[in-house]
C-alpha cells in the first residue's frame, strides 16, 4: 500500500501575495488586484505543481493601511473562480463564503453552479463572519457568536439539503424519448430553522463529484464543532508541531464524536513562503518590498519579548542584556521563535524579515528549508497538509512549485500527478450527495 | 451625422433556446443546461455578429413540465457570465439580479467584480421578484408590490452608492513612490433606509466604463417609476408596434419626469425568431421540437379566440364558422395576430407553430422577415432596438447574425463593427460614477 501523503492548497488573495509589499516587486503587474488574467496564471502555476486545491479567504472589508498597502481578499471569490475553473483543469478550488450575511439558497446556488463548471473541483469554506465593520456593510450588527453558530448549523445543512434536491439520477435528458428529468425526484426540501429556511429544489443536477467539499476555518470551540461535523478540510493555523497536533487531535475527535471516521477530515496548516537561494536573499527581499512596516514591527516584536525595541536601530543586533532579559510572552506560540532568532544574531531588522511575527510559521532561504519544515510537521502527525501563502504569487508560486514540490516528490511525500479528476478525489473525501445520512435530523 | 441605428441584444437562457423542445433537437448537446462551453459558443456567436448586449433573465424557481422541459434560466448567472467575460471582447453583459432577496452589498459586489473582469460591459437588470414560490427559497413570504419596489428604490441607490465609493481615482498603485491608494477617497457611504442599509466602503476600483449599466424589466406603474430614474435599458414586451410605441413614450416621459434626457433610456422589445429557408421549413422545425404542447395550447388559442377548438383536429384549418365567429380577445393583443395568421388557412397545428401564443413576437421563416418587422418597428419609433430570442441557441443564432444581421447592415440599420468597448458605450448611456447626482437624495 502507498504511504500516505501530504495534500496541498495554495493560497489566492488579493492578486499580488502575503507580502505587503508585494505589488510593488518589478516582476509584478501593480494592477494585479484587478486583473483575472494574473489569478489566472497564480493558479496555473499552482496547478503546474500539482497542488491539490485553492483557498480564497473573504471578509467584505478592509481593515489596513490602504494607503501603502492593498486590500487582502479578491474582488468577488465566486467571480475569480469561475474564471479560474475555466481556465484550469485539475485544482481544486475553495472559496470561503460566509454563513451569517448571505442567504443559503444563494450560497446553494453559485456554489453548485461554479461546482458544476468546474467539473467537481469546488469547496465552500464555510465560516461565520466576525467584526462589526463587516456586518455594518450589511447593515446590522454582529449577532452573538452562538447566534452565529447556529445560524452556521442551519445554513450549512439547508444548503446540503438544496445540493441534494435534484435527484442524483434525475436529470435523464434523453433526447429520442423526450424525457427531460425524472420531475418526482426533484423534490422540495421544506427546511425551516430558527434562523434561516427554504422550501427548494434547487435546480441543479450533481457534478462530477456530487456537490461542493466543505471546509472551515478556526479555532474556537464552536469551529471545532461545525468541522466536526461537516468538514472535509479545515484552514488551520498553528505556529508549532505541537500546536498543529493538538488541534489535528481536536478536530479528528470531534469528527469522531458526531460518527464520522477521523480521517474524513483533514488538516491543514498555514505556511508562508520566500523561496530564494539563500536566507540572506531571502530576507533582503522581504525588506526592499515591505521593510517600510518594520518600525511599527519593531515595538510589537519588543511587547512579545517583554523588552523596549528601539525602532531607530533597526541595524542592530539584540545586545546580549537584551537576550538575556527577555521574556518571551507565554500566550503568543511565536515568541519562542522569534528569540530563537534574534539569538542567532541577526540584526533587529533582519529579525523581522524572517517573519516572526506573521500570521503563520514562515520559510524565507532555499526549498529545502521549506520541504524540510512540510516533511517534519507530517510526519510528526501534525498535519495532514499545508495551505501555502507565498511572499509573491507572481513569481513565489512558480518558486514553491518548481523548487519545494520536486523535493517533497523526490521524498514521496507528495504525489507526482493528479490521479483524479475531483476535489472529492484529491482530498480523499468520501461520496456524499444531500446531507450526509449519518447527521441528518 | 449618422441616421440613428437600432441596438441588438440576445437572450441566453437555459442553454437549448425559447422552444420547450430546443434540447432535442439533433445539433444540440442534450446537456448544455450544464455547459458553459455551450454558453460560452452562444455568447461568441452573438459577439461576431456585433451584437451590443446579452442578456440574462432569473428567478429562482421553475414552474414547468420538468418531465419533458429544462428549466428556464441559467444555472446562476454571475457564474455564467463570469466564463462569458472571459471568453469575449466586445459584447455587454447584463444579468437579471433581484433587489427583493439579494443583500445589496453582495450585489455591489458581484456586479462590479464582473464590471472589472469585462472591462467594463457589465448590465444590472435590477428587477423585484414575484411569485411565492420564490419567496419561499428564501423562507419567506413575498413582500407587497409597494414594499418590493420601495426596496428596490433604495436597494439601487445604495448599490450605486458603494460602486462610487472608492473614489475615481482613488487607486495610484504607483510601484515607485508606493502609494497604493489615495485613501481619503475610500469612504464609507453610511446609508441607511427602511428596508437596507450599509456602510461600505466597497473596495473596487472603477472599471473602464466606471461602473455597471442599470437596466429594468417589467411594464407596470412601479416599473415605470423605476426605470425612469435609473435604468438606462428596458428588457420590453409589446405585441404591437403601437403597444411597443405607447411603452416607449412612457418610460421616456418617466425619465424626463426625474429629470434626465429621455434618450438616455433605451427601450428593447423582445423578439423570438426561427429563421429558416422558408416559412413551412421554419414551421416543421417548431413542430418537429415541441409539437407536444399543442394539444394543451390548442384550447388555449381557442380561449384567446373565443372558439372551441378541438385539439384532435390540429391537421385541419379553421372553418369558416369558426373564423367568422372568432370574437378575439381584446385583453390580449396576441389575438389579433392569431386569427389574422388562422385567416391564411393554415392547420391548426400550423397556427400555433407561428408561436400565436408566445410571450413575444414571433418570426417564423427567411430571414428577411425578421429585418422588415425589426425596421418597421424601429422606424416607427416603437423600439431603440430589440432583445432577440432565438429558438434553439445552438444554430439559432447563427441563422440571425448571418441572415438577418447583413440585412440590417445593408440598409443602415446596425452597426457593421463594434466602434467602442463598453456597454456604456454600446448604449450612448451617460457617465455616471457612483449615483446619479441629480438624483441623489
Known amino acids: 500500500m502507498a504511504a500516505r501523503q501530504m495534500i ?37 502555476a499552482a496547478e503546474r505543481g500539482k497542488l491539490q486545491f485553492l483557498f480564497l479567504p473573504d471578509g467584505p472589508t478592509h481593515v489596513g493601511d490602504l494607503a501603502n498597502e492593498p486590500p487582502h481578499f479578491n474582488l468577488d471569490v465566486m467571480v475569480t473562480l469561475a474564471a479560474v475553473a475555466r481556465e484550469t483543469k485539475r485544482i481544486g478550488l475553495v472559496a470561503t463564503g460566509s454563513t451569517t450575511f448571505n442567504e443559503p439558497f444563494n450560497l446553494a446556488r453559485q456554489f453548485k453552479a461554479l461546482d458544476v463548471m468546474s467539473h467537481g473541483r469546488t469547496g465552500w469554506n464555510a465560516v461565520t463572519s466576525s467584526g462589526e465593520d463587516v456586518a455594518a456593510n450589511y447593515g446590522r450588527r454582529l449577532p452573538s457568536s452562538a447566534d452565529r453558530y447556529a445560524r452556521a448549523h442551519e445554513t450549512v445543512q439547508l444548503v446540503q439539503t438544496l445540493w441534494g434536491s435534484w435527484g442524483k439520477d434525475a436529470w435523464v435528458h434523453d433526447q429520442a424519448s423526450g424525457r427531460f428529468a425524472n420531475a418526482e425526484q426533484v423534490a422540495p426540501v421544506n427546511m425551516s430553522g430558527k434562523f434561516v429556511a427554504s422550501r427548494g429544489p434547487l435546480y441543479i443536477p450533481p457534478s462530477e463529484q456530487g456537490q461542493p467539499v466543505l471546509f472551515h476555518a478556526g479555532g474556537s470551540p464552536n469551529a471545532l464543532e461545525l468541522a466536526g461535523r461537516f468538514a472535509s478540510g479545515v484552514i488551520g493555523a498553528a505556529f508549532t508541531i505541537d500546536d498543529a497536533r493538538t488541534q489535528r487531535a481536536a478536530f479528528r475527535a470531534s469528527a469522531e464524536r458526531a460518527g464520522r471516521n477521523p480521517d474524513e477530515i483533514k488538516f491543514f496548516a498555514g505556511l508562508m513562503t520566500t523561496i530564494a537561494n539563500s536566507r540572506r536573499e531571502g530576507l533582503d527581499r522581504r525588506i526592499t518590498l515591505s521593510g517600510r512596516t518594520f518600525t511599527q514591527r519593531a515595538s510589537y516584536l519588543g511587547q512579545m519579548l517583554g523588552l523596549r525595541l528601539d525602532p531607530a536601530r533597526l541595524d542592530e543586533p539584540l545586545s546580549p542584556e537584551q537576550l538575556a532579559g527577555a521574556r518571551p510572552s507565554p500566550g503568543d506560540p511565536r515568541s519562542v521563535q522569534a528569540l530563537k532568532i534574534a539569538r542567532e544574531g541577526w540584526t533587529l531588522r533582519d529579525v523581522l524579515a524572517h517573519g516572526v511575527i506573521d500570521y503563520h510559521p514562515v520559510i524565507v532561504g532555499p526549498a529545502v528549508h521549506a520541504a524540510d519544515h512540510m516533511q517534519e510537521w507530517f510526519e510528526a502527525g501534525a498535519v495532514d497538509g499545508f495551505w501555502v501563502s507565498p511572499d509573491i504569487y507572481e513569481d513565489g508560486v512558480d518558486a514553491f512549485v518548481e523548487g519545494v514540490v520536486p523535493i517533497l516528490q523526490a521524498r514521496g511525500l507528495f504525489h507526482r500527478e493528479y490521479d483524479g479528476a475531483t476535489l472529492r478525489h484529491h482530498l480523499g473525501a468520501p461520496t456524499q450527495y444531500g446531507i450526509d445520512p449519518r447527521l441528518a435530523l
Not at 502575503?18 to 489569478?39: E, H
Open 8 to 44: 496541498i492548497g495554495m493560497h489566492l488573495g488579493n492578486g499580488y501575495g502575503n507580502l505587503p509589499g508585494a505589488w510593488r516587486a518589478p516582476s509584478v503587474d501593480p494592477q494585479s488586484y484587478t486583473s483575472f488574467d494574473a489569478k489566472v496564471r497564480h493558479a496555473q
